[in-house]
């Protein structure tokens, strides 16, 4: 008889679930709140333009995940960005250096940006040496050991622990704060290990062909019918130490044999609040940043020849990003589109606006310091645009966590049968960590059943 396995949330964890349920030759059904699949990893297609919601790029050591893309047949295309900082009231441009000229290159520019000055060479080289020693541990691949080193430092005191003078201290944080928040609150093993994978190996940074996004509605259509979207989940049924199907936010009750509960730590302690208290007490540990993204169609390249990014450490002027350097094909020909991204302390005044308000406000603080040889729209010279407000952005953890989450995955199994854990959470928080999490579970639960049936 076939077993019934709900997956419940279609991001990248839940769809890489059901994928590798299907091809154990499970059928499982994946429900999904929002109307489109994706999660934090999805993306939007408008007239023949195609955006990306969240992830943007995938680091070399992004194994399970390199490994979907090639079962679904989907391109991988290696980046190339070149990085203006304003710093000191001037733009400097990095290149990811893969030959002496790029290193030469980027002499000046890392000089101005602290690396190379007198004060911070010696934290510089420190960094980097650390990173190196630690590599097996700093990494996101599937069998990466973060959590081994995984202690109570957090990254603030970590570049105390370092000396990290101010302005060197805005190159390692700066551009972190508009994506993450608050980095120097979190747990130094992250935010050294995102250092390591992004940027110090900048010219190892990947995309799928047609952006993150492709690789979810890759997975979704194998999934074709199994997927219900707009169907919230009120609450994972646990009766007597068994998981044992779903209550719908329309109160339809649908039994599993197995539950895969793939939505965002905060959210699982919402649908489950029949968890022990020392499983919650580690999904407690996982906290998310705050952000807003906006993406503007455009008849024009926004940043300056070959700049795929524009970053403004010191303050909150929202990062540029130009995604059609890397993918021309997600925007029609001699189009292009421009991504605006704020976090911290302007992300929260902007949430509560209408789009159009916040569109205004952040192109306006663009124009601002544009970069030389740029072309920021004006507010009625876009084709279109969409605002992405993330209240779960990317996942942050405080320090401990990652201990408190392997601990949490090896006790969940003795707390409730049948009910199994995924996100990017649950292994390290990006793509490859939700991707690496919904294979995992897969596998454990075709064996669970297996050995039933
Ligand atoms: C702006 C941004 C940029 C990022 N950049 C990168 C990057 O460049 N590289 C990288 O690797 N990572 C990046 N990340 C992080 C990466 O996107 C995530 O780590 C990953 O996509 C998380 O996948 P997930 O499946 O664990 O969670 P999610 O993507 O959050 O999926 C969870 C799904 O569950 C659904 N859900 C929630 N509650 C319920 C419910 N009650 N019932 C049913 N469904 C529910 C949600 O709607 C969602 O679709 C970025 C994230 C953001 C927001």
């Known amino acids: 008889m076939a077993r019934k396995v709900v ?39 408008v007239d ?12 070399s050591s992004y194994d399970v995940t390199f490994r979907i893309c090639e079962e679904l047949g989907l391109p991988i295309i290696r980046t190339k960005m070149d990085i203006g900082w304003y710093r000191h009231g001037r733009w400097v441009v990095t290149t990811p250096i893969d030959s002496l000229g790029t290193l030469l290159k980027n002499i000046r520019p890392f000089w101005t940006l602290g690396l190379l000055s007198p004060r911070g060479i010696w934290p510089t080289l420190k960094l980097a040496k650390g990173l190196r020693a630690d590599a097996q541990y700093l990494n996101y691949a599937s069998d990466h050991k973060i959590a081994e080193l995984d202690g109570e430092e957090t990254y603030g005191d970590f570049l105390d622990r370092l000396s990290v003078p101010k302005h060197l201290r805005v190159t390692l944080e700066g551009f972190l704060e508009l994506t993450m928040g608050y980095p120097e609150q979190f747990g130094a093993t992250w935010i050294r290990a995102f250092l390591g994978e992004v940027l110090f190996k900048p010219t190892q ?18 999934l074709g019918g199994g997927i219900r979207l707009s169907t919230p989940v009120r609450r994972i049924v646990i009766e007597d130490g068994v998981a044992t199907g779903v209550i719908t936010g329309d109160g339809e009750r649908i039994g599993a044999d197995a539950v895969i509960c793939a939505v965002p730590a905060t959210k699982a302690l919402e649908i489950m609040p029949d968890l022990s208290p020392r499983i919650r007490h580690a999904l407690s540990k996982v906290n998310y940043s705050r952000g807003i993204r906006v993406v503007v169609g455009l008849n024009h390249r926004p940043l300056p020849a ?50 159009e308000e916040i569109v205004r406000q952040m192109l306006g603080d663009a124009r601002r310091n544009a970069p030389p040889g ?3 729209p004006n507010d009625d010279d876009v084709l279109f645009t969409r605002v992405y407000r993330w209240n779960e952005a990317v996942c942050m953890g405080q320090p401990g966590m990652f201990k408190a989450i392997v601990e949490m995955r090896s006790q969940l199994n003795q707390d409730v049968k049948n009910l199994f854990i995924a996100g990017d959470y649950m292994r390290s928080p990006i793509v490859n960590g939700a991707t690496t999490s919904g294979v995992e579970t897969a596998e454990e639960v075709a064996e669970v059943l297996g050995q039933h049936s």
């Open 7 to 45: 997956i419940v949330g279609g991001g990248a964890a839940g769809l890489s679930a059901g994928f590798t349920l299907q091809k154990h030759g499970l059928d499982p059904l994946l429900l999904e709140a929002g109307d489109q699949v994706g999660g934090r990893m999805g993306g939007d297609r």
């Open 205 to 222: 940074l990947y995309v799928p062909q047609g952006g993150c996004s492709a690789l979810s509605y890759a997975l979704a259509d194998r």
């Open 48 to 59: 023949g333009f195609s955006t990306d919601k969240g992830a943007d790029f995938f680091p």
């Open 306 to 355: 070959g700049w795929s990014v524009a970053l403004y450490p010191e303050d909150n002027t929202p990062a540029l990003l130009d995604r059609t350097v890397n993918l021309p094909e997600c925007a029609p020909p001699g189009k292009s589109t421009l991504d605006l991204w704020v976090g911290r302390d302007r992300a929260e005044e902007l949430f509560p606006l209408d789009d």
């Open 374 to 376: 740029s072309a920021i």
